[in-house]
Every structure is written in C-alpha cells, then in structure tokens.
C-alpha cells in the first residue's frame, strides 16, 4: 500500500487530497485527468450493480461541480427521491486539502453514513485508492461504500436502469432513437468544451494551456454539425473538429451493457486512458479566427483547487 498523508479530524484519520497539479501532469506538462474507479454498470450482468429503490443508493453532489449537478437534476426529474437518497458536500477550511465534506450538516456529519468526509466512503471501498475523490458518488448504503463514480454514464444509469421507480409522466431522457446522436453529442461537448477547459487551467506548460484554450474557442466557435473532422467510420452527419482516433463503440442498452468492453468510452482526449494518438487535438482552419499571434507566457502559479468537477 502506499504512504499516504494524513489529519486527524475529530477523532478520523483522513487522508490529504492529492493535488492536480502534481498527480494528474504529465512529462510534457499536459493536464491528464484521471480515470473514474467505480465503474461497474448497474445491469443484469453477474458482476453488474443491481438498480434498487427504498434508498439502498445514496448520491452524493456538489452544487459547485456541474456534472455531479446533472445527476442531482436527473433524479428529481424522473422522481427518484423517495428511491435514491441525496447528500450535499462542499470544501471547507483545514489546515491541509481534506477534499469534500458534509458541511450542511450538523457537526459535519452525514446522518445515514455517519461519515464526516466522502473520502470515508471511497477508502472503505478501496483502502488502496489513491486519486482524488470526486463527485458526483453513489454510496450503498448497506455497505457505506461508493459504488459508482461514473459521472459519463451515472445520468444514464437513473434514466435506464432505474425506470421502474420513476414517477408518473416522467420525462424519457435517453429515447432509444437518439441514443446514438446523444452518445456522440456527448462524448464531442466532454472533449471539446467541459474538458478543454480544465486542461487550459491545471496543465503546466504553455503547450498544454493553450492546447486546451484552442480547443475551447475553436469548438465553440464551430458547432460539431459544422467542424472540420471526422469520427472514424462516420461517413454523413455528425461532424467534430477533433480528429478521433477510435471509433464510437455501439452500445447495445438492451443488454445493459453485459460485456463491459463494450462501455468504453472512447475519446480523442489524452487525459482518456484509452487514448490513442499524440497531443495534436484539432486542425486550424485560419478562417474560424486570427490565431497568427504569438501566445503570450502563460505564468507559472499554483493552481487553486478545482471546483471538483470530477475532481475532489
């Protein structure tokens, strides 16, 4: 096991969040963001989680991450609170990074967890995790353990695999006609926006700050209908100015993703572990923008810490 720092906060050993900037950088200075660690699908498979009501799941949020928001949003649109119990957290101040605690309530303490930090949840299900530990989670709360932090997939899991604890009228978010168009939505708006701008921030280099600072503008700029690249296999439609190294996968939701190969998520961010490519993100077209001028410096500075978007 690795040598990990601690505090002693009321009594808990509570292990230091790791930083960004140091964990998730890599030789070139390029921010790689890390791996989610709870992945397993809920579904009928035999390692998979099984969807249950009654609150056996817990969800754990940050209003200042908006992934974990867009969990917390989905389970009230389809009317899962009386099914899926919810938790705020958010940082406060020690005298060193403890990551997300539960400060709106009393002593700090989740009343049905009794746990004072997130990380609590995280090391009782992997006493051996060493990345931060992020929202949005699911806890068990059988078990007091994060079962999934899968921020990519999490919305669609309520959606899906939590259908039967829907409210009545509840809206059908992933309708089986567009899950194709919304997979690819998604998985261009991750690479080209959301992430683009944590890698502008976190990276240490002025190659991977404005690697992510060109991507951001240049995508915004260009809708994916409109982009100059291609997904691999793609011939009409969709259109990303990302050049993708690896085919959209076809997820078969019937099966609620039995083989797991088939859940990965592939990316033509370098942060993806599957990622398979160099660092070049886009081509630029000179006609989207002036891009002629020199990039100034970027100064050298610790990087706050993030607002936990997938982060802790």
């Known amino acids: 096991m690795a040598n990990y720092d601690y505090e002693i906060v009321n009594?808990?050993?509570?292990?230091?969040?790791?930083?960004?900037?140091?964990?998730?950088i890599d030789k070139n200075g390029y921010f790689r963001r890390q791996p989610n660690h709870f992945t397993t699908p809920f579904g009928d498979g035999e390692n998979d989680l099984k969807a249950e009501g009654n609150k056996r799941y817990r969800l754990v949020w940050a209003k200042l991450c908006h992934w974990s928001n867009r969990a917390a949003i989905v389970r009230e649109l389809e009317g899962l609170e009386d099914q899926i119990s919810v938790n705020m957290v958010e940082?406060?101040?020690?005298e060193k990074n403890l990551g997300w605690e539960y400060v709106y309530n009393e002593n700090n303490i989740d009343p049905v967890l009794g746990d004072q930090f997130i990380s609590e949840a995280y090391y009782r299900a992997?006493?051996?995790?060493?990345?931060?530990?992020?929202?949005?989670?699911?806890?068990?709360t059988t078990t007091g353990k994060v079962v999934n932090n899968d921020y990519n997939w999490l919305t669609t899991y309520f959606e899906v695999n939590f259908r039967?604890?829907?409210?009545?009228?509840?809206?059908?978010l992933y309708p089986v006609e567009l899950r194709e168009e919304i997979d690819k939505m998604n998985l261009w708006?991750?690479?080209?926006?959301?992430?683009?701008?944590?890698?502008?921030?976190f990276s240490r280099s002025n190659e991977g700050h404005f690697d992510g600072v060109n991507t951001f503008f240049a995508d915004f700029a260009v809708p994916p209908a409109d982009a100059k690249g291609r997904i691999e296999g793609e011939e009409d439609g969709f259109r990303a100015s990302t050049h993708y190294d690896l085919a959209l996968p076809k997820i078969d939701w019937d099966a609620q993703w039995k083989v797991s190969t088939e859940?990965?998520?592939?990316?033509?961010?370098?942060?993806?572990?599957?990622?398979?490519g160099n660092n070049r993100r886009f081509d630029i077209d000179p006609t989207w923008y002036d891009l002629g001028a020199e990039s100034p410096k970027k100064e050298e500075k610790e990087t706050p810490p993030s607002c936990g978007c997938c982060c802790g």
Do not use: C, M
Request: no cysteine.
């Open 189 to 201: 708006l991750f690479d080209n926006i959301n992430n683009a701008v944590y890698r502008s921030s």
């Open 126 to 140: 992997d006493d051996d995790y060493q990345g931060r530990t992020t929202v949005p989670a699911l806890i068990d």
């Open 11 to 24: 009594g808990r050993k509570i292990r230091v969040r790791p930083k960004e900037t140091v964990s998730e």
């Open 164 to 172: 039967p604890w829907h409210k009545k009228g509840a809206p059908e």
């Open 263 to 276: 859940r990965a998520y592939p990316s033509s961010d370098p942060t993806h572990p599957i990622y398979l």
């Open 91 to 94: 940082h406060a101040p020690h």
